[in-house]
């Protein structure tokens, strides 16, 4: 028989436990619905406990030695599981690197107004990457440049941790800044 570019069909994998008739061990650890302890049986004997009470047969750690399952609402279980997973999603908090462009000669009061936003985006739990620039002659100066990158560093240094210090890359010089 000569194969086409398809693959054969074989049945969908689920994601998740298995359940009732996909449980095909010969013995299991059964657990109640109340959560009480029945003991080791067969798979077979496990299964028909969970239809007479009206549940599934749900497989809760397929890795111990005999498998341990438990009777309960499979739907009801899936729902449980969804709504732990979306709010494990709803508390990460995805990690920005935020940009502050500053000058070698920068002045008093526009550092102070830059200092202000480079805390609020490091209490807000962000990265902040700190850009400082050079034109022209400035590049004759770059002690000025590291000094303004020094007195970033420890006028914030008690809310950050260095990343990366600064170093020069072609006209610019470059420093993250990472919350402790």
Known sequence: MARGPYPSPQAPTREGPRVNEEIRVPQVRLIGQNGEMIGVMSARE???????????????????????CKILDYGKYKYEQQKKASEARKKQKIVEIKEIKVRPN?????YDVKMRQMRGFIEGGDKVK????????????????????????TDLADLVKVEQFPRLENRQMIMVLAPK
């Open 46 to 68: 496990a299964l028909m406990r969970a239809f007479d009470a009206g549940l599934d047969l749900v497989e809760i750690s397929p890795n111990a030695v005999p498998p341990v």
């Open 130 to 153: 700190v850009t400082l620039r050079f034109r022209g002659r400035e590049m004759a100066h770059q002690d000025l440049g590291a000094k303004v990158l020094e007195r970033i560093r």
């Open 106 to 110: 920068i002045d008093d009061h526009d």
